[in-house]
Structures are given as C-alpha cells and as structure tokens.
C-alpha cells in the first residue's frame, strides 16, 4: 500500500504558526512545522489544524526547534490536573486566541469528560441548549426543519422548491 504525503500545497499551509516550530523537510521540497513524534516508520507532526503522519521513507530531515504555539499548549496542558476544569477553560480560551482550533477542540472536549454539562465548553464546541440539553449546531437546524443548501441554512421547503425549479 502506498503512503502519500502531504501535498506541497498541504505542506504550506500546514507552516502557518510558530516559526519556531519543529520542522520536517520533505523529500519532494516540501515543509511542515509543528511538534514532531516519532513513531515507528512515521512522522507525526502535531499542527495548529491538527495531525499529520508522514511517511519516514518520505522525510528527509527533522529539524527542532522549541515547537513553538503547539509545544505551549502541550506543557500548559502537562500542569493541569484532570479534573481543573477552570484551567482546561482557560487553556481552551488561550489555544483558540493564538489560533490553535485544533487544540482548543481538545481542551473544550476534556472538560465535558470531566463537566459534562459545562455550558462554556459546550458553547465553545458551537453547541447549543434546546429543551434542557446540548446539541451541535446542524441538530438545532435540523430540529427547526432546516436543511444546509446553498452555503446558508433554508427551510427544507424552499430547498426543495428551488430542485423542483430546477428539474
């Protein structure tokens, strides 16, 4: 099975973040940066986006820095206690201002581990209250008859007029 890489575009992209991230040279050219673990014949790098796995056979240097925004994150999350549900708050908050969606994802996520009802957390997901519990967004719409189309939310009626135009 062949294991393709990241795209030189991809890998560009991927850059946007610390410069004084780890950075993985690519044998086609291409760099990614973020903090780097080395796990058996691929190379994971933890980006502000998410996680990307290469190939070792497609790396062609490792370069490391003090993995920048990333690397912050993890130690500010290394001194928290499992259940300092106003620290992993406070993360959660830190890791979205400096442009870490990634990351704040996970911390938002620990904290309904621990505080399943926890509305900040919940609101910081995109969820919203409806009859006494959480939903994500699309249900709320859902619930409403509503139906994503044309990159907007619309009643499923006026989505269904407008195929019926269509056809």
């Known amino acids: 099975m062949a294991h393709l890489g990241p795209t030189p575009a991809l890998a560009l992209l991927l850059l946007a973040g610390s410069a004084r991230a780890d950075e993985v040279r690519l044998v086609d050219g291409g760099r990614i940066e973020?903090?780097?673990?080395?796990?058996?014949?691929?190379?994971?790098?933890?980006?502000?986006?998410?996680v990307?796995?290469?190939?070792?056979?497609?790396?062609?240097s490792?370069?490391?820095?003090?993995?920048g925004a990333v690397g912050e994150y993890r130690a500010r999350?290394?001194?928290?206690?499992?259940?300092?549900?106003?620290g992993w708050l406070r993360l959660a908050a830190w890791a979205r201002a400096a442009g870490l969606s990634h990351q704040a994802v996970e911390a938002f996520e620990h904290v309904l581990a621990v505080d399943p009802i926890n509305a900040e957390a919940h609101r910081g997901l995109g969820h919203v209250e409806h009859d006494g519990r959480w939903i994500t967004e699309a249900e709320?719409?859902?619930?409403?008859?509503?139906?994503?189309?044309?990159?907007?939310?619309?009643?499923?009626?006026?989505?269904?007029?407008?195929?019926?135009?269509?056809r």
């Open 34 to 50: 973020g903090a780097v673990t080395e796990v058996g014949d691929e190379v994971r790098v933890e980006t502000a986006i998410g």
């Open 77 to 86: 999350a290394g001194t928290l206690a499992r259940d300092d549900v106003q």
């Open 52 to 60: 990307v796995s290469v190939a070792r056979v497609d790396v062609a």
């Open 140 to 166: 709320a719409h859902a619930l409403a008859g509503e139906v994503f189309y044309g990159g907007r939310w619309v009643k499923a009626e006026e989505a269904d007029a407008v195929w019926d135009e269509v």
């Open 62 to 67: 490792i370069e490391r820095g003090d993995t």
